[in-house]
């Protein structure tokens, strides 16, 4: 069966630090990737998604990057963070329709 | 924008069947409906989706109008571990930005 795995699950950082999450998943081959951020309080906000090894479609504009460098790996990166990144940050892989979510890193920055 | 309406918060007597509506009314006739729910923090959890027809599974039932403009989710039988946020959403997209999260709403259920 598939899994999916996120690290850390969490982590303070300085305003100003670099940042990278990572998101694997075991279990498929050649799934679509997304990183989701969920503020305090709120919805989901997608982020970032990937089709393919090296594809990355962005969403939104932001502070954020993200990099695919091996089939079921999907890397969330910044080089330096804000405040206002703050938050639950969530890596999901889709087979068909369906959207299966991992166990999310809660950020916080200080 | 997500493309569902969905009331911000309901409480249900344990053990009693929990009816979480949903608003879809510009959905299109590709698109199918699809409910996630999140225990607080936690990643989504996928519970059932639907494209006409009623769907049923060991989670929940899904029952879409006849219109396709509106639809109910039903705990049988809701538990404490029920509480969580229910999120609707309405895609046809497998990709990206047309699987929408909304704010979605809050089951509380009671003892």
């Known amino acids: 069966s598939q899994t999916i795995h996120q690290w850390p699950a969490t982590l303070v950082q300085p305003v100003g630090s670099p940042l990278s999450l990572e998101c694997t998943v075991e279990g498929t081959s050649n799934p679509n990737l997304y990183w989701y951020r969920q503020a305090a309080g709120r919805g989901l906000q997608l982020l970032f998604y990937s089709v393919g090894i090296g594809q990355i479609s962005s969403e939104v504009p932001q502070n954020l990057s993200a990099s695919r460098p091996q089939d079921r790996q999907f890397i969330l990166s910044s080089k330096k963070l804000l405040l206002s990144d703050s938050g639950f940050y969530l890596c999901?892989?889709?087979?068909?329709?369906?959207?299966?979510f991992g166990p999310g890193t809660r950020l916080t920055v200080l | 924008d997500a493309k569902t309406t969905q009331p911000p918060s309901m409480d249900c007597a344990e053990g009693r069947a929990a009816n979480l509506p949903c608003n879809h009314s510009t959905i299109s006739g590709n698109e199918y409906v699809y409910w996630y729910r999140q225990i607080h923090s936690q990643g989504p959890q996928y519970i059932i989706h639907g494209l006409k027809n009623n769907e049923t599974n060991e989670m929940a039932s899904l029952i879409i109008t006849e219109d396709r403009k509106s639809s109910t989710l039903i705990l049988p039988h809701a538990t404490l571990r029920d509480t969580a946020v229910y999120y609707c959403?309405?895609?046809?997209?497998?990709?990206?930005?047309?699987?929408?999260f909304g704010p979605g709403t809050r089951l509380s259920v009671l003892p």
């Open positions: 959403i309405v895609s046809s997209d497998n990709y990206g930005q047309n699987f929408v």
């Open positions: 999901a892989w889709s087979e068909s329709y369906l959207r299966f």
